[in-house]
């Protein structure tokens, strides 16, 4: 349901607001405290345009770009100039962004503009907050971004449509941007000094998509300790290795949250108590060590979701408004807009929810090969031999975490000089974003496969009961996959997990047991 609350714009943003906003249609709006703050950084932009060709130079107000800053700009040609930046700039390629990652793109600008550090009118963000509050999407392409000077490619599509020019997307149709403004009621703006430069100078395209994504992989690292429980009642494991005061005395804080998940939910149960004697020492590492690979995910994440969300209250303008107590202003040329704090942040990202999946494929293998399963038939089939069960299941997680392995590589670590060697070091933080949403989409689909194994393993462990937190789960998965009998194709049952994975419910069903889980 979308929540009824309007966020103020200008004032500190959330990640849970950002996907509100982006995934949820919440509505936006100007707080009074910004625009006051807007209307007083206007104004020392105001008076160095009004002073025209005799005003100092400062960049992108009277200057070139990149490059070109040393090239001044007469005062007859300000408009102008905003207005070839943004068309020049607007140079991407590739498939076009999905409707949210969009949303929290234009969320993220203008609450950098409400800040009121950027000299931008108030009549921009209004813009921008009518077009959210409207559904009017921009059509971005997800490539053309090095992550410096900002995302400015990307941002150049998404300022194209306030001028009333690109593409736009409303009430499902694609049109020119000013047909999407004018469907919605809403009118272009003409782009006075600076504020050309101030749309497309920012870290909002890395931004968005990483905090969207960061969010997800959080999510996944529960439904990673559900999976694994699952897993560890099917070949009948021990929770011995989650006793609290093992984790006290290795104290990281994933790994104590995984633990206590984990015994949440493995409480009560018929399977475990049907081997408590059993002559086995250990289980697999992938089955005895999910808090210390699945907590260590959780606590890189969690650094993740920090530089996030101090990125989505951060200015990253340049050159950035400063106004001072006698009434004048400083316009300070910096470096803000670069992307390494989220570049780094966001291929650690990449690494820790692709271990998730990693292990999981392991515990996976522990289910279908009979040498490791304690007892189930060779690849859960039931009839080995005439059938292949979920043979292939487990070679198709094992292609996603080799996908994974590839889309990890660290984009942060290169960079392609651009601008005639102006901007000479650039962060590829636009790559690592991209990278991530692919891997939390296979991370999503590799652990659906382990929860569909995993119930069909319990199917071969009845008439015994797992706990009851793991038997909800299991009959939420029952009630979108049955029982294979016999073969079927498997791509539907791994879809219609996936979905339930997505949705939120089957954490949602287990906790309906556990009570919140960490």
Known sequence: MQPQTPLLLGCPITLSDLEDIARRGRRVTLCPEARARIVASRGAVDAIALAGDSAPAVYGINTGFGALAETRIGERDVIALQRNLVRSHATGVGPDLGEAEVRGIM????????????????????????????????????????????????????????????????EGRRMTGGEALAAAGLAPVTLAAKEGLALINGTQYMASLGALAVRDALALCTVADIAGAMSLEANKGSKRPF????????????????????????????????????????????????????????????????????????????????????????????????????????????????????????RVEQLVNPALSSGLSPFLAPQSGLHSGFMIAQVASASLVSE???????????????????????????????????????????????????????????????????????AAVRAVVPTLEEDRPLYRDIEAVRGLVASGALARAVEEVTGPLQ
């Open 107 to 170: 969320v993220l600008r203008a609450q950098v503009v409400a800040m009121g550090y950027s000299g931008v009118r108030a009549e921009v963000v209004e813009l921008l907050a009518g077009m959210l509050n409207a559904r009017v999407t921009p059509r971005i392409p997800s490539q053309g971004s090095v992550g410096a000077s900002g995302d400015l490619a990307p941002l150049a599509h998404l300022a194209l449509v306030l001028m009333g020019e690109g593409e736009a997307t409303f």
């Open 243 to 362: 006793d609290e005061r093992l984790m006290k005395v290795r104290p990281h804080p994933g790994q104590a949250a995984c633990a206590s998940n984990l015994r949440a939910m493995l409480d009560d149960s018929e399977i475990m108590q049907s081997h408590a004697d059993c002559p086995r020492v250990q289980d697999a590492y992938s089955l005895r060590c999910m808090p210390q690979v699945h907590g260590a995910s959780r606590d890189a994440l969690m650094w993740a979701a920090e530089v996030l969300t101090r990125e989505l209250n951060s200015v990253t303008d340049n050159p950035t408004v400063f106004l001072r107590e006698d009434g004048g202003a400083d316009l300070l040329s910096g470096g803000n807009f670069h992307g390494q704090p989220l570049a780094l942040a966001l291929d650690l990202a990449a690494m820790a929810a692709a271990e998730l999946a990693n292990i999981s494929e392991r």
């Open 404 to 474: 994974n392995k590839v889309l990890c590589h660290p984009a942060s670590v290169d960079s392609i000089p651009s601008s005639a060697g102006r901007e000479d070091h650039v962060s590829m933080g636009s790559v690592s974003a991209k990278k991530l949403a692919q891997v939390i989409e296979n991370v999503r689909a590799s652990l659906a496969i382990e929860i569909m194994t995993a119930a069909q393993g319990i199917d071969q462990r009845r008439p015994l009961r797992s706990s009851a937190a793991v038997e909800r789960a299991y």
